[in-house]
């Protein structure tokens, strides 16, 4: 653990920079381990630690055909929700990651925490399935831009090759 470092994102980080050393600090965090459980619980913890202005960061994981609350940081949260509602399930029926710059635009968005104002969604594949998502929710609007949603895409990319999924599906 002395490896991670607390590196709040400011105004005058690079974010690619910043998105650089995050991802080098879960792939310390991924070593010696491949249960999915612990690796999103820290994950979560090293992205809560790591994001500004967020309120909300966790993950979902695909069960029985719909998206199953997992380790998140921040408070209590939905704990099921279908395939194809909200931002999350938007993110599994397109197989697309979702930024999302109001919420209260979104039709089908599930408020969880009215405080949230944007959302980003990743999808989390194991080879050609979705086994679950990465969701952030920020009380700002407009939090999250192209730049957080590649950096995010190897997050959940490095996370993916670093857990075996066959433990928990």
Known sequence: MDKINNLPLSDNTDKKEFYKTLNGQ?????ENETHPIPNLANASALLNLALADINWVGFYLLKNDELLLGPFQ???ACIHIPIGKGVCGTAVASAQSQ?????HAF???IACDSASNSEIVIPIFAGN???GVLDIDSPE?????RSDLDGLE???RIL???CNWDEII
Not at 26 to 30: P, V
Not at 99 to 103: I, K, L, N
Request: net charge positive; charged share 25%.
């Open 26 to 30: 879960l792939k310390s965090l991924l």
């Open 74 to 76: 921040g408070k209590p």
């Open 99 to 103: 930024v999302v710059p109001d919420v």
């Open 107 to 109: 039709p089908g968005h």
């Open 129 to 131: 399935r979705i086994v």
């Open 141 to 145: 609007y407009n939090r999250f831009d």
């Open 154 to 156: 190897e997050f959940t």
């Open 160 to 162: 993916a090759c670093g």
